[in-house]
């Protein structure tokens, strides 16, 4: 059910008070430019763990205050703003972007940051769990130093999509939501992975070593459900040594068989949540996501999560029961 916040209904100069204690939780600033009356609409839905929002609102600064260092710091995920209507402008520290209607960008709400809304707006946002993209810090500035145009490659695909997802969020059924995450997860790490790799030239080895990272990412995503997945095989389908795969998941503090665990106890999760008496069984998703023991899977998903995986899927479906009731 999408979350509606209207400045409709209060006092002209009590507006912005509103905005700033129920959309921006006192976290965020917020001013108008001279006195000019503000009015703003914010729409939002969630998408499995995906949020995304749209506000519609007249002219607007949006200033991170310091009291929200520490808690956005805390929340480990990625924004990404999709211009609809009206020019914005983010101030990123040294970085300064301008996105005009239907271009998107990249930004981190962790670092400071400004957004300049000059005229009336309608902007889309997508908050995104950063492991869901794969990126770091590093890389995030660098796909965050420009606009990206819905003129070419991968973004021409990817802006429509978001566009239409925004519009439909609140549409869709649970089940449909969670895998409309996952799309959108995997087309905007598909978008940072090929802005990531036009900048490579420039930028020598790290940047060569990001865009492998990324493939690599995207290759286990892939290739969850075989068994046989290691280091070994990432490494011989990327023309790599064994050694440079372990270096590359070293530099986030991780081993490439964590990330693979984790992922498919991540993909087991949400096919848990999945609504219906028709789901398959517990030990048929262990297996669709590369789990050969049953009991295996049950102990590590217990001490991933804190549940079995049936006490997990019986949780879910009973929160599902008291939403629909």
């Given amino acids: ?92 520290d040294d970085d300064r972007t301008l996105l005009r209607p239907g271009t998107l960008a990249f930004y981190d709400t962790t670092r400071p940051f400004t957004l300049n809304f000059p005229d009336h707006f309608r902007t889309h946002v997508f908050r995104i769990p950063r492991h869901m993209l794969g990126l770091r810090d590093t890389d995030l500035r660098r796909v965050a130093r420009a606009p990206v145009q819905a003129d070419d490659g991968t ?40 802005l990531l790799d036009h900048g490579t030239p420039d930028t020598g080895t790290d940047a060569a070593n990001t865009t492998l990272r990324l493939r690599i990412k995207a290759f286990i995503e892939g290739h969850l459900s075989d068994p046989d997945l290691s280091p070994q095989t990432i490494a011989a389908a990327h023309h790599v040594s064994v050694r440079h795969v372990h270096r590359i998941f070293q530099a986030e503090d991780t081993t490439v068989s964590r990330w693979i665990q984790h992922r498919r106890l991540e993909s087991c999760r949400r096919e848990l949540d999945r609504p219906g008496r028709n789901a398959p069984a517990v030990t048929a998703i262990a297996h669709r996501f590369g789990f050969t023991s049953a009991s295996h899977f049950s102990r590590t998903f217990r001490a991933a999560y804190g549940v079995s995986p049936r006490e997990w899927r019986a949780a879910a479906r009973r929160d599902a029961a008291a939403t629909v009731a």
């Fill in 1 to 92: 059910m999408s979350i509606v916040l209207s400045t409709a209904s209060m006092p002209v100069t009590e507006r912005l008070d509103y905005w700033r204690h129920t959309v921006g939780q006192d976290l965020l600033d917020y001013s108008t430019p001279g006195d000019t009356p503000f009015n703003g609409t914010v729409m939002a839905d969630q998408l499995g763990p995906v949020r995304v929002s749209t506000t519609h609102a007249g002219p607007l600064r949006v200033r991170k205050t310091p009291l929200a260092i520490d808690y956005l710091m805390a929340e480990d995920y990625i924004t990404v703003v999709l211009q609809d209507s009206g020019p914005l402008v983010i101030d990123h």
């Fill in 155 to 194: 973004a021409a695909l990817i802006i429509p999509f978001l566009s239409r997802l925004a519009a439909q969020a609140g549409t869709h059924r649970p089940h449909i939501r969670t895998l409309l995450a996952r799309n959108t997860g995997d087309l905007l790490a598909t978008l940072a992975a090929e």
